[in-house]
Nanobody, 121 residues
Framework: QVQLVESGGGLVQPGGSLRLSCAAS????????MAWYRQAPGQQRELVAR???????NYADSVKDRFTISRDNAKNTVFLQMNSLKPEDTAVYYCYAAVVINVEGASYDYWGLGTQVTVSS
């Protein structure tokens, strides 16, 4: 059974940095896609950054040039380095992993339970 466990959240002042980690267990081979999503109170969950098994990335416009997603395929771990944090980055951050099962792109999707990031002075 696949499990995703996030860590690294916390309270940080504006302009500070945090590094989130997500360790996936229950699967020997790497996931096709891994990503970070976030959800602020009263808002929908949104994509923050995504990375393929080959290392291709894309980011939400709001975090470009501040956040960096990376992964260690051998350890099935994904990271999110967050710099120059702003109060509007405050949210619960969720780890996501997917295994593509056919050529149409259907996938098995997995989610972590989330880690709170609070940016406040």
């Amino acid at each position: 059974q696949v499990q995703l466990v996030e860590s690294g959240g916390g309270l940080v002042q504006p302009g500070g940095s945090l590094r989130l980690s997500c360790a996936a267990s229950g699967r020997r081979s790497s996931f096709d896609r891994m990503a970070w999503y976030r959800q602020a109170p009263g808002q929908q969950r949104e994509l923050v950054a995504r990375i393929t098994s080959g290392g291709s990335t894309n980011y939400a416009d709001s975090v470009k040039d501040r956040f960096t997603i990376s992964r260690d395929n051998a350890k099935n771990t994904v990271f999110l380095q967050m710099n120059s944090l702003k109060p509007e980055d405050t949210a619960v951050y969720y780890c996501y992993a997917a295994v593509v099962i056919n050529v149409e792109g259907a996938s098995y999707d997995y989610w972590g339970l989330g880690t709170q990031v609070t940016v406040s002075s």
